[in-house]
């Protein structure tokens, strides 16, 4: 299967837009008292609500890469077609 163009872009777009996104989450998170149990950045163990967190943006952090390694790979093999 080869993916247009269009396509291709669309999920290199998504993979761009996830790395852009996600650290900038993370670091709010990480700044989050919610984070931490003893409510100060940094001090004691992390709560369920960090982990839970870091989970989420590392699969979504994962997927975002798969789908722009995608479209990097669909729009040189469409390149390749012409």
Do not use: C, E
């Not at 396509?7 to 837009?17: D, E, K, N, R, T």
């Not at 003893?38 to 994962?62: C, D, E, K, Q, Y």
């Amino acid at each position: 299967m080869v993916l247009s163009r269009g396509w291709s872009a669309f999920l290199v777009g998504v993979g761009v837009w996830t790395w852009v996104i996600w650290p900038r989450f993370a670091l709010a998170i990480w700044n989050d008292p919610r984070a931490w149990s003893t409510g100060r950045v940094g001090a004691g163990p992390a709560t369920g609500f960090l982990w839970v967190h870091a989970l989420l943006i590392a699969a979504s952090l994962v997927i975002g890469t798969t789908a722009g390694v995608l479209g990097v790979r669909g729009w040189l093999a469409a390149r390749r077609s012409r």
